[in-house]
């Protein structure tokens, strides 16, 4: 099946602005608080831009926006994620280019930052929703895998990033940058899923991550 | 008081416009976003070198970009680095048919926004390799995964290195004997008085009477440990020692750069240079070249830097190629 770029993207644009509040707070915790701010912002400027180039992939358009003009590390490393998606779909528009622009894209971010699994960073949510679909999974396993790898953050301690200066006080809440990137899945997953009532295991996976209405709302 | 005189706004871009405006025939400015590029290369060379960092440092990197050297620099703000657009930019600008050897001093900040460009290089097909300077042996810890910070050598990387790209060499072998020659240059510095703070004015931190600041880098910041100072002799004789105990066992024959923090005179400077020739000639090593002056400094911060680099044979005569920058001074012809 091909993928819509532009309904996943908005999909994402919407979900990170319902989750603003949470992700602000998170990054408080770790951070200087501005990962939900930097995250919605970027998404912003790709909503205006998809409008004002209306033939240009999705993808293309947020890895431009997020490498050029989003402030902090965070928001160039998913930009990086977004550049590798928008190559692997320009090859192959399928599951399978999907599923190949996400292992690039975690490859790519892997080089730049050096974080490993358990480093308590976004590769906490990539890493296992990339295994997931490397093992055939759908849009829905991915989304599980992505969700519960950034809840398992929660117990771990920072070893990359800034949340390393701050040791064990960040123990109990999950990396904000996982839960950022665990969206992009979910939004995926959403778009994918005709009955609404098969989100209910992924809302579940999700809670304490995806604000409880979100399931509500429109793309 | 002290202050710098620095505009309040744009600070960095109206000094790059500056340096542009006087070497009009060596480099061109780019504003959007903001680096160097030169205006001529020789024919021979494939690769494009760029290198880039914090602003503070000048004349590294913008006034060592024309022939001979680097063919892009990329400024960020006073010590604070550049952002992976400039480095994109200014890397494509300066490709040649072999791609990108990117210069970068070990910082987190430019080592992330560095591989953040190589990222986007690469996905636009053109081949990207990274030499890592990282010569200031007062952060050679095991405790920590950051390593030791670059410091000035990479001035001597960035000379040798572009003499070598001048003879044609390929991508890989040039991001080689980058590594290579990072891997045998080590420094340490010292420091009485902190530099200015930018736009704030006053002294960046105090240091009491009769104390030196051993092993600052180049960032401004305090070094490991705040000392009794001992003398003149004694202190030269200690770093000399110290630097030659980091190279390789082996070494008979050193370059060396004496390398001024921003406050320090080049009477200062050369009398450094004295005694570290008669230590190292105590110790039975040569000299095979010699830079010194002010090149890589922390603003205006009062102290210097000893590099010294293991010379290997065919290295000599890259040192001693010509260059035509705006900064790296005209080095001598023995033969």
């Not at chain 1, 399978?96 to 730049?112: N, P, S, T, Y």
Request: charged fraction near 20%.
């Amino acid at each position: 099946m091909s993928i819509d770029q532009r309904r996943l993207m908005r999909t994402y644009a919407h979900s990170v602005h319902m989750a603003h509040n949470t992700l602000t707070a998170l990054d408080q915790l770790s951070g200087d608080g501005d990962f939900g701010d930097n995250l919605c912002e970027g998404l912003d400027q790709v909503t205006t831009a998809l409008d004002a180039a209306p033939t240009e992939p999705a993808f293309t358009i947020a890895a431009r926006v997020f490498l050029d003009e989003v402030g902090g590390t965070s928001g160039p490393l998913i930009g990086l994620l977004f550049q590798e998606i928008a190559h692997a779909l320009a090859d192959h528009n399928s599951e399978a280019g999907w599923a190949a622009g996400v292992r690039e894209g975690l490859a790519a971010i892997q080089r730049v930052g050096e974080a490993q699994a358990g480093d308590r960073t976004m590769v906490d949510a990539l890493l296992p929703a990339s295994d997931a679909l490397a093992a055939g999974g759908d849009a829905h396993a991915s989304a599980l895998a992505a969700l519960n790898g950034a809840k398992a953050t929660a117990s771990l301690r920072a070893r990359r990033g800034r949340a390393s200066y701050v040791g064990e006080r960040v123990l109990g809440a999950p990396d904000p940058g996982a839960v950022g990137v665990a969206l992009l899945f979910w939004s995926r997953a959403k778009v994918m899923e005709q009955e609404p009532g098969v989100l209910a295991d992924i809302l579940s996976a999700g809670q304490g991550l995806i604000p409880a209405d979100l399931d509500m709302q429109g793309g | 008081m002290n202050r710098l005189f620095l505009p309040e706004h744009a600070a960095v871009e109206q000094s790059l416009r500056g340096l542009a405006l006087a070497h009009p025939h060596l480099i061109r400015l780019h504003q959007q976003p903001l680096y160097i590029t030169a205006r001529h290369r020789h024919a021979a060379r494939r690769v494009g070198l760029v290198s880039g960092g914090g602003s503070g440092h000048e004349p590294l990197h913008c006034g060592f970009v024309g022939q001979g050297m680097l063919d892009a620099a990329v400024p960020g703000r006073v010590f604070a680095s550049p952002h992976n657009r400039q480095v994109y930019e200014a890397s494509r600008a300066a490709a040649g048919p072999d791609g990108v050897l990117h210069i970068v001093k070990n910082y987190t900040g430019d080592r992330i926004n560095f591989r953040i460009a190589a990222e986007r290089l690469r996905a636009d097909g053109i081949a990207v390799r990274r030499v890592l300077v990282d010569d200031d042996i007062a952060t050679d810890s095991a405790e920590t995964a950051t390593g030791r910070r670059g410091t000035a050598a990479t001035v001597t990387v960035e000379k040798l290195l572009g003499a070598a790209a001048d003879q044609g060499t390929r991508l890989d072998d040039l991001a080689a004997l980058g590594t290579h020659i990072a891997s045998a240059s080590r420094s340490i510095a010292v420091a009485a008085r902190a530099q200015t703070a930018p736009f704030r004015g006053g002294e960046a931190f105090q240091l009491t009477d009769g104390t030196l600041e051993y092993g600052v880098g180049i960032h401004g910041e305090r070094a490991a440990s705040t000392e009794a100072d001992t003398g003149f002799e004694p202190l030269v004789d200690r770093m000399t020692q110290q630097v030659l105990a980091a190279l390789p066992p082996d070494t008979a024959r050193v370059l060396v750069l004496v390398g001024g923090l921003g406050a320090t005179t080049l009477l200062e400077l050369y009398a450094v240079y004295t005694q570290v020739c008669a230590r190292l000639a105590e110790d039975g090593v040569d000299v095979a070249g010699r830079l010194v002056g002010t090149f890589a400094p922390a603003l205006d911060m009062s102290g210097f830097s000893l590099s010294l680099t293991a010379m290997h044979d065919t290295w000599i005569d890259l040192w001693n190629s010509p260059t035509r920058t705006p900064a790296f001074p005209v080095t001598e012809f023995p033969r």
